[in-house]
């Protein structure tokens, strides 16, 4: 059983920056594949990005390519995402996940674990 814990959340003004942690605890960190989601009201939980194993091999949504950033550190068990030129359609609720198989962060499908979230809220 892998527990996920996000932190890093808060408001911020449009064009400013956050970064996200996730810290794992439960298992083997290095064997899984890490995801970031998020999810606006009224909308459903989408991707944002997902790393593999090693940071070599990665996956961004449209909407994060050029802006966000995620790296691993396999020997903190935690995950990072560094978001930068933050907008109010950023605005949301950011879910941590780990998978063992990078492509089902990437589609979304039958994910093993998930954190409690952290609200990102971005103000114009």
């Known amino acids: 059983q892998v527990h996920l814990v996000e932190s890093g959340g808060g408001l911020v003004q449009a064009g400013g920056s956050l970064r996200l942690s996730c810290a794992a605890s439960?298992?083997?960190?290095?064997?899984?594949?890490m995801g970031w989601f998020r999810q606006a009201p009224g909308k459903e939980r989408e991707f944002v990005v997902a790393?593999?194993?090693?940071?070599?091999?990665?996956r961004y949504a449209d909407s994060a390519k050029g802006r966000f950033t995620i790296s691993r550190d396999n020997a903190e068990n935690t995950v990072y995402l560094q978001m930068n030129s933050l907008k109010p359609e950023d605005t949301a609720v950011y879910y941590c996940?780990?998978?063992?198989?990078?492509?089902?962060?990437?589609?979304?499908?039958?994910?093993?674990?998930w954190g409690q979230g952290t609200q990102v809220t971005v103000s114009s």
């Open positions: 790393v593999a194993w090693s940071d070599d091999i990665t």
């Open positions: 439960g298992g083997t960190f290095s064997s899984y594949a």
């Open positions: 996940a780990a998978d063992k198989i990078f492509y089902n962060l990437v589609t979304t499908r039958g994910i093993d674990y």
